[in-house]
């Protein structure tokens, strides 16, 4: 199973970026897919989740209007629109599959209950 994240870098505040997430090994149709991040020194915090029919997402209230996740089943992608990014978006975003079949708000926010990770992209914003 692999997930690879790609499309980080480094930006001004106020920028755009759109992170991608190609996944192999999996029936990637059947996962629900999120988004996690993690900052220096600080836990690895939910950022953005997506159900695996795509009718359903969720965000935190900080990035909800901000953040867009996406998935294009046919190309084993999900996808993480990003805008207005402020400093405080700076770190490393992981995304991650889950089989849960219960994969609802609670659920998705929660690290544990995922199945499978990528390594990482950095993100970073500059003020």
């Known amino acids: 199973v692999q997930l690879v994240e790609s499309g980080g870098g480094l930006v001004q505040a106020g920028a755009s970026l759109r992170l991608s997430c190609v996944t192999s090994?999996?029936?990637?149709?059947?996962?629900?897919m999120g988004w996690f991040r993690q900052a220096p020194g600080k836990e690895r915090e939910f950022v953005a989740a997506?159900?695996?029919?795509?009718?359903?997402?969720y965000y935190t209230e900080n990035e909800k209007g901000r953040f867009t996740i996406s998935r294009d089943n046919a190309k084993n992608t999900v996808y993480l629109q990003m805008n207005s990014l402020k400093p405080e978006d700076t770190a490393v975003y992981y995304c991650?599959?889950?089989?849960?079949?219960?994969?609802?708000?609670?659920?998705?926010?929660?690290?544990?209950?995922?199945?499978?990770w990528g390594q990482g992209t950095q993100v970073t914003v500059s003020s």
């Open positions: 991650a599959a889950s089989i849960n079949s219960n994969f609802v708000a609670p659920v998705a926010k929660r690290p544990e209950l995922y199945d499978h």
């Open positions: 997506i159900t695996w029919s795509g009718s359903n997402t």
């Open positions: 090994g999996v029936a990637f149709s059947r996962y629900s």
